[in-house]
């Protein structure tokens, strides 16, 4: 099973996602695939904030900001990636300046290899184009990748999720 997992800001979308995985994962491995940079303080409060909430929930964590491709994964585990929108801007924006395009054939490469390596995925993004508000171009990019993204995952999983003020609405699929 792949699921994408979407919402705003502390909308509670790490924790519903994290329960999914943990519903879907029964007796095999769970592993946590954290993609934030530690970046400041905001980021190291993040990544706090993320470590204590699982802990205890028996999550194997790989922190990873790039080439995802390259985890290993074990036979029969499940995957909760945190964060779609970080490891998308980590990739867009990274040393060498890959294109827009490679980025994206890039990441559908890699999601579509974590989707065949684990046994179920859940994917956690995050809530795009709401606000209306116009932006730099480099922002601009990173919200297309993002939309396009989002648009692919939307096609093949088998639940989308979008999680507001900790209220899961189940936009495909069925409640696990």
Not at 145 to 164: I, S
Not at 166 to 175: D, M, Q, T
């Amino acid at each position: 099973m792949t699921a994408l997992v979407f919402g705003g800001s502390g909308s509670g979308k790490s924790a519903y996602g994290e329960a999914l995985a943990q519903s879907l994962a029964g007796s095999g491995p769970l592993i946590y695939l954290a993609t934030m940079e530690p970046a400041g303080r905001e980021a190291d409060g993040r990544i706090a904030r993320h470590r204590a909430q699982r802990a205890g929930k028996g999550f194997l964590t790989v922190e990873r900001s790039r080439d995802l491709g390259a985890c290993l994964i074990p036979e029969g585990a499940t995957v909760l990636l945190e964060d779609l929108g970080n490891w998308a801007a980590n990739e867009l924006f990274s040393p060498g300046q890959p294109t827009w395009e490679q980025t994206y054939e890039h990441m559908r490469k890699v999601l579509k290899t974590l989707m065949r390596k684990a046994r179920n995925l859940v994917v956690i993004s995050v809530d795009i184009h709401r606000d209306g508000g116009t932006y730099p171009l480099e922002t601009e990019y990173y919200l297309s990748l993002l939309a396009a993204l989002h648009k692919d995952l939307g096609a093949w999983c088998g639940q989308v999720t979008e999680v507001v003020c900790g209220i899961p609405v189940i936009w495909k699929g069925e409640p696990i």
